[in-house]
């Protein structure tokens, strides 16, 4: 595997089922970082993972719960969600997370719909 | 409120000819810009970049021009190629101290053969 790969691809969920998101990166970076794109809305940056450490949290709900064990994984927990957080959920990374504006790496996404 | 804001949600040109995508931006602490492109069913790809130190930027086919004054950039792609059509997404940020990188809707160009 090359990139940045993520799974599921499409994921349904009900309101009460908790889920994740992984996310993996074989580049040898050292930030990685969740976005959300709801339809018709542009990209927005929820967390931000630097060497495993969380340096942003952009006010994100306490139902999206992220996790990095290592510099090449990320998780995105998911519990008690609701219908408007259905959206293309977009992992990324790049070598360094500063600046920010530094060329990222984008995964496929993960099409999630809740229920 | 946006502070990108991606206009045009499509646009059609013709193989060969020139394709101009446009960007406003509200905040004018942003310096550096930034342009992805995007597949379907593929995450978005990184395709050129320009400083706020600098009007234009080159990169083969791809030019972006920024406007200062008008909060305003374009891509400029020429000539285009069918391979070009996609999703193209603008991206602004404040380069030093930032922490956040705000993206437009995006614009989908359809490259016509």
């Known amino acids: 595997e090359t990139g940045v790969t993520q799974t599921p691809r499409h994921l349904v969920m009900g309101m009460t089922n908790k889920k994740s998101l992984k996310c993996e990166q074989h580049?040898?970076?050292?930030?990685m970082y969740w976005y959300k794109q709801s339809a018709k809305k542009p990209l927005e940056l929820m967390f931000v993972?630097?060497?495993?450490?969380?340096?942003e949290n952009n006010s994100v709900p306490s139902r999206f719960s992220p996790e990095c064990p290592n510099s090449s994984h990320l998780f995105l927990h998911l519990h008690t969600l609701q219908p408007e957080d259905s959206a293309l959920y977009l992992c990324?990374?790049?070598?360094?997370?500063?600046?920010?504006?530094?060329?990222?790496?984008f995964g496929p996404g993960t099409r999630l719909t809740v229920t | 409120d946006q502070q990108v804001k991606q206009n045009s949600p499509s646009l059609s040109v013709q193989e060969g000819r020139i394709s101009i995508l446009n960007c406003d931006y509200t905040n004018s602490m942003f310096d550096y810009f930034l342009w992805y492109k995007k597949y379907p069913a593929e995450g978005p790809t990184f395709l050129i970049s320009i400083s706020s130190i600098k009007d234009k930027n080159e990169d083969g086919r791809f030019t972006v021009f920024l406007n200062k004054s008008a909060k305003h950039l374009s891509l400029h792609i020429v000539p285009s190629q069918p391979g070009d059509s996609a999703v193209y997404f603008c991206a602004a940020s404040a380069k030093t101290g930032a922490n956040n990188l705000f993206f437009g809707t995006g614009t989908r160009l359809t490259v016509i053969p």
């Open positions: 990324a990374s790049s070598q360094d997370w500063a600046p920010i504006t530094i060329q990222q790496y």
């Open positions: 993972y630097n060497f495993k450490e969380q340096t």
């Open positions: 580049l040898g970076h050292n930030a």
